[in-house]
């Protein structure tokens, strides 16, 4: 069935118990007690010293047992009504039901579950279900209910279908076995599930099972069941009007179980003797469940020892409301089969079930019911937008580019004073209160980020962004950084750029902070510069080829353009620097570092150098490690410190994940073994059963029992370490990941600056452009160690480590 499975647990029940006297006029009531008040029972055998009277002849004399009734000589119609017509009724509340017959053969079990089919007055309990049930469908015309109907049976502890001779059944009897259904119960696969239109297709089912059915007569019953057989009614129910997206499952399962006999008596041999011992067998083992049931401290219920305990699952101990029609031949000779019957009714007594719910919702009808309410409801929208004169207003999730328009809108919201949000629509509202975490957030970061690094965070009014699309850098004043908008670095990975102040460099000058020199080392403006300025404020008017190529940034604002300008004598590189090598400085575009942004080179990195006359222009900037490993120890001391650190808590934080990992292995393979040792060991005794008919758990299983269960906390535990370190793991190996993109900026947000070299692939790698950061710094290290290194196999190691870990990610 297509639908989702949802459920209404209810509380817990004690399984409801009777008793059912079959008439006799040789009622034995001198011994069997009947107590006013119609629930009680006592049994009081008198010793019989000589040991010949037939009897019990043991120490105890009287046994006290209580029931939910007690039914003597009542006829069907008072059992149905006053016990099975309430499952019925709950059985449209969509809860299961089971009505099991139990006792000794002869005892009036089948006339209880099935009747007398030749008087209609005396038929049994399952064609008045059958009969309630298509009555109640009938009263409620709101309801749709379909019926199914199964019937097996559990002959030889074999699980055969009763209804294979029906019109349009299958014959799938050698393929029937039970399977854990989705609510946690068994069901039967390729058990014929028959639909019944109505109570007549029912009554055909019950009655063409009922010729399938295995009997034969013994001296103690005519007719007797030689197997346990189950009628099952399936019910699903859902209303014609609302909610019909909300479907009630229910089932009610009709037992009528073999019983139980004393082969002396019934004197059988042969093929019946053989039968006899397998229905014996199969209710020691439902004796062994209920007994485990009824034990509070036992865990493991030996459901699957038989097919009918089994296929009982969920009616004892499960999701059902149970009842159990113990059914006693009150006659003498029978007394010691009546205690038996008597006390396992009364162990049943302490059994108790989880009658729940069963609700499912039909997917499809859900998704129908939401979309005519979202049909609804944005008619009404429109409604009221057209009143309000907003008909322009949108509901559709935002696209990627309107968000980076949104932050856009919010970064000149933080940057001027006088900036308004213009508010549309209630998504709007909501990103841009996402917008503006997304900011704080990284603000937060960054100024942690500076206090740890023990540098005054108003000294830092840019800032390195994570991505673009996520961030925009984030002017802390107006006038102390250079934003570059993310769509100016439409061809970068990494995301937009502040240039970040060191020491010294970058002071507060003419309302600049980005790459100025302190004012004491700049040089006195050379008519070169004059020149510059000109030619700068050419540019900055109309953006030139050379200034897309360079990936100046035409999104840069007005004032902030103006100033750049006014403050830093930027050269254009054709007029400044034609010869030098900077004049091949990204002439080709692509070959611009993936996380550097295009931004104002020529604003920063070579105005820079051609404001700082002092020093001498380097014409061939060092090789990029071995600046690199300077920077480490210099300027990028504090990143590296850090990253170091981290990568330690790594190192760290991964020993830990796999001593957990390892503990945890070590407990599934103890859990394993113990297993394989409770199987062989219930696969011995289960052997010894069939030559015993006795089950009994000896110390050694107990002990293993015990020891299975400690093992399973045990393994829970451990599992939650593991995945708490796991946590730390990853949590790391993130900071570490941080650090060292922060790092590689930094370090080439400083090679620029300081060599004029834009470009983070230039001289290292051709592909620069299609390569990340991590990638970067990857190929660094490479370079580092082949350079460096004395051992070549550091090289081969590290090749192998990275080729690893993509295939691993
Ligand atoms: N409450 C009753 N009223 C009238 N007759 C009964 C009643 N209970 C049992 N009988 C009769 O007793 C006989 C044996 O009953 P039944 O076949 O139902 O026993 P059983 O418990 O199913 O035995 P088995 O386990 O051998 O199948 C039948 O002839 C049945 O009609």
Redesign the pocket.
Same mark, same amino acid.
């Given at each position: 069935m297509n639908s989702s499975y949802g459920s209404g647990v209810g509380p817990q029940r004690n399984i409801r118990v009777v008793l &059912? %006297? &079959?008439?006799t006029a040789e009622f034995a009531g001198d011994i069997i007690k009947l107590q006013p008040g119609g629930k009680s029972v006592n049994i009081h055998i008198p010793k019989d010293p000589t040991g010949e009277g037939g009897h019990i002849n043991n120490k105890q004399e009287n046994w006290d047992f209580r029931f939910d009734n007690v039914y003597h000589?009542?006829g069907?119609e008072t059992l149905y009504d006053e016990c099975a017509a309430p499952l019925v009724k709950g059985m449209f509340q969509g809860l299961n039901g089971t009505i099991m !017959?139990y006792?000794? %053969?002869? !005892?009036?079990?089948?006339? %209880?579950m099935a009747g !007398?089919t030749e008087n209609y007055k #005396?038929r049994g309990l399952i064609p008045r279900v059958i009969s309630q049930v298509f009555k109640e469908i009938s009263e409620k015309p709101q309801m749709a209910a379909t019926v199914w109907v199964s019937y097996l049976e559990i002959y030889q502890e074999q699980i055969v279908d009763l209804l294979t001779t029906v019109d349009g059944a299958e014959d799938s009897t050698s393929a029937l076995i039970v399977v854990d259904d989705k609510s946690g119960g068994a069901s039967v696969r390729g058990l014929n599930l028959m639909i019944a239109n109505n109570e007549e297709d029912a009554l055909n089912y019950l009655f063409e099972g009922e010729t399938n059915k295995s009997?034969s007569e #013994?001296q103690?019953?005519?007719? =007797? =069941? &030689?197997s346990h057989c189950i009628f099952t009614l399936h019910i699903e129910a859902r209303s014609r009007q609302e909610n019909s997206e909300k479907v009630l499952y229910s089932k009610m399962n009709l037992v009528?179980?073999?019983?139980s006999?004393r082969i002396s008596k019934t004197q059988t041999t042969g093929t019946s003797l053989r039968e006899a011992m397998y229905i014996n067998k199969s209710l020691t083992f439902l004796e062994q469940v209920v007994i485990a049931l009824a034990d509070r401290r036992r865990e493991h219920i030996p459901y699957r020892q038989s097919k009918l305990t089994n296929v009982l699952r969920d009616s004892l101990g499960g999701n059902c409301n149970t009842l159990v029609i113990a059914?006693i031949w009150g006659e003498r000779q029978h007394i010691e089969e009546t205690v038996s019957t008597l006390r396992f009714a009364s162990r049943m007594m302490c059994v108790t079930n989880t009658p729940t719910v069963n609700v499912q919702y039909d997917p499809m009808a859900l998704i129908k019911k939401y979309e005519k309410e979202v049909k609804d409801l944005r008619q009404e929208l429109a409604m009221h937008d057209t009143l309000a004169n907003r008909s322009h207003a949108q509901y559709e999730p935002m696209s990627e580019s309107q968000k980076f328009e949104l932050q856009k809108q919010v970064k000149n919201y933080l940057d001027h004073d006088n900036e308004d949000l213009e508010i549309a629509s209630l998504r709007q509202i909501k990103e841009t209160y996402a917008q503006f975490r997304v900011l704080y957030k990284y603000l937060e970061a960054e100024l942690e980020d500076l206090k740890r690094s023990g540098r005054d965070p108003r000294m830092h009014g840019g800032v390195l962004m994570p991505t673009t699309t996520q961030v925009l850098p984030v002017d802390k004043s107006s006038s102390t950084s250079l934003s570059v908008s993310a769509s100016d670095t439409a061809t970068t990975k990494a995301g937009a750029l502040d240039l970040e102040k060191d020491e010294g460099v970058g002071e507060l000058e003419g309302g600049f902070a980005i790459g100025l020199m302190p004012s004491s080392a700049r040089p006195q403006p050379s008519k070169v510069g004059a020149k510059d300025i000109k030619s700068s404020d050419k540019i900055k008017k109309k953006p030139t080829k050379t200034d897309k190529r360079l990936g100046s940034n035409p999104t840069l604002s007005e004032p902030q353009s103006r100033q750049l300008n006014n403050d830093i004598p930027a050269l254009a590189i054709e007029t400044v620097l034609p010869s030098s090598p900077r004049a091949s400085f990204p002439n080709d575009s692509t070959l611009l570092p993936t996380s550097l942004p295009p931004l104002s080179s020529k604003g920063t990195a070579l105005s820079t150098r051609a404001s700082n006359a002092d020093q001498p222009v380097t014409l061939s900037p060092p090789p990029r490690s071995e600046e690199f490993e300077s920077f480490k120890k210099g300027k990028g001391a504090e990143t590296s410190k850090i990253l170091t650190e981290n990568k330690v808590a790594l190192c760290e934080k991964r020993r830990l994940a796999k001593e957990a990992a390892e503990a945890v292995n070590e407990t599934k393979r103890e859990i394993d073994d113990v297993r394989d040792i409770l199987e062989r060991k219930s696969m011995e005794l289960n052997a010894a059963v069939a030559d015993t008919g006795n089950r009994i758990i000896d110390e050694e299983e107990h002990k293993l029992l015990d020891r299975l269960k400690f093992l399973k906390g045990q393994y829970r535990e451990r599992y939650a370490t593991l995945r708490e370190a796991r946590g730390e793991v990853d949590y790391c190996d993130r900071l570490v990941d941080q650090c060292r993109r922060k790092l590689i900026q930094e370090f080439e947000q400083h090679y620029a600056v300081t060599f004029g070299v834009a470009s983070v692939g230039a001289g290292l790698v051709g592909e620069e452009d299609i390569l990340d950061v991590a990638e970067k710094f990857e190929i660094m290290q490479l370079q580092r160690m082949s350079q460096e290194e004395a051992e070549p196999s550091a090289v081969t190691f590290f090749n192998a480590r990275r080729k690893l870990k993509k295939r691993v990610t």
């Open positions: &059912r %006297t &079959r008439p000589n009542v069907q !017959a006792g000794q %053969t002869g !005892a009036g079990k089948t006339f %209880t !007398a #005396h009997i #013994h103690m019953n005519k007719v =007797s =069941s &030689r009528d179980l073999a019983g006999e059914c």
